[in-house]
């Protein structure tokens, strides 16, 4: 079945270090693949998502490309931030599967000032 | 928007006791999900209605009924409340197979669920 692992947490870093998330899965079909982010006592909000191989997502300075070949979808930022202090998610959306989507465990990042 | 509003936001519940967590969304998207949160795991997702008037069972559907009561309301009931569900419940939908189908998921805010 579909699956997603991602590096267990949590991230800690200072301000303005750069940010990589591991994140790995498997799929029997072509899914598309997605990072969600959870602030404190909120749901989950889409940061980025990708639909097919070698794609790159990205929005808010944080980048994440669809390889194909290692079936990996690492998250990265240049410069955190403290304000980007959450919990990630990498999900996958699999259409052979009815578009349920994969969570993994999620990343909780603090960023210190 | 609203976009998707879940209520109630808090619930104590004792063993044994009943509760429906109701879930609506304002975008005609057609699918719509339940899922539970538990520390280290991700979420996980109870059941599913891929379009009106179809539900479908998810990876932990057990204690578990729901109600796709039309297209905006998509309602969790708790028949027989156990410690064991304790947790965080998010409501969720998707366009899901018709029309801007990337899987994309819109969450509402959650519920937190206590069980004594």
């Known amino acids: 079945g579909n699956s997603v692992t991602q590096m267990e947490g949590p991230v800690t870093l200072s301000e303005e270090a750069f940010l990589t998330i591991n994140c790995t899965y498997t799929a029997t079909g072509y899914p598309s693949l997605f990072w969600y982010v959870q602030y404190p006592g909120e749901g989950l909000q889409l940061l980025l998502k990708?639909?097919?191989?070698?794609d790159k997502g990205s929005n808010k300075g944080f980048e994440a490309t669809y390889r194909k070949e290692t079936t990996s979808f690492h998250l990265e930022k240049g410069s955190v931030q403290v304000s980007d202090s959450a919990v990630y998610f990498c999900a996958l959306s699999d259409p052979a599967g009815g578009f349920k989507t994969i969570f993994g465990a999620g990343t909780r990042l603090f960023v210190k000032a | 928007n609203a976009g998707v509003t879940q209520t109630p936001k808090f619930q104590v519940l004792k063993t044994g006791q009943s509760m429906t967590l109701q879930c609506a969304q304002d975008m005609n998207h057609n699918s719509m999900y339940w899922y539970r949160q538990d520390p280290g795991m991700g979420l996980r997702l109870i059941y599913y209605s891929a379009s009106e008037g179809t539900t479908d069972k998810g990876e932990v559907p057990n204690g578990y009924n729901v109600s796709r009561l039309n297209k905006r309301e998509f309602s969790l009931r708790l028949e027989s409340a156990a410690p064991s569900q304790t947790s965080v419940y998010f409501c969720?939908?998707?366009?899901?197979?018709?029309?801007?189908?990337?899987?994309?998921?819109?969450f509402g805010e959650g519920s937190r669920l206590t069980v004594l």
């Open positions: 990708a639909t097919k191989a070698d």
């Open positions: 969720a939908s998707s366009y899901g197979n018709r029309g801007p189908n990337t899987g994309e998921l819109f």
